[in-house]
């Protein structure tokens, strides 16, 4: 069972990479057409961290926090 404090020092961690591959994602596309063999796995990889961002909000939201 995941505690209050756990689930903010998840979501404290997912927002920091959650920003980390937002920046990823649009240096990614700035540098267009360089590498954009890439934009597929940057795209999952950002849709990922924020899905369990997400998640995790509504979990700690749940518990009252």
């Known amino acids: ?9 998840e979501i404290k961690k997912l927002s920091s990479q959650a920003v980390q591959a937002k920046m990823d994602l649009h240096d990614l596309s700035e540098e267009l057409p360089t590498n954009w063999e890439r934009i597929p796995e940057m795209a999952q990889k950002t849709f990922q961290i924020y899905e369990k961002l997400i998640v995790a909000k509504q979990k700690l939201a749940a518990l009252g926090g």
């Open 1 to 9: 069972m995941e505690t209050i404090e756990t689930l903010k020092a």
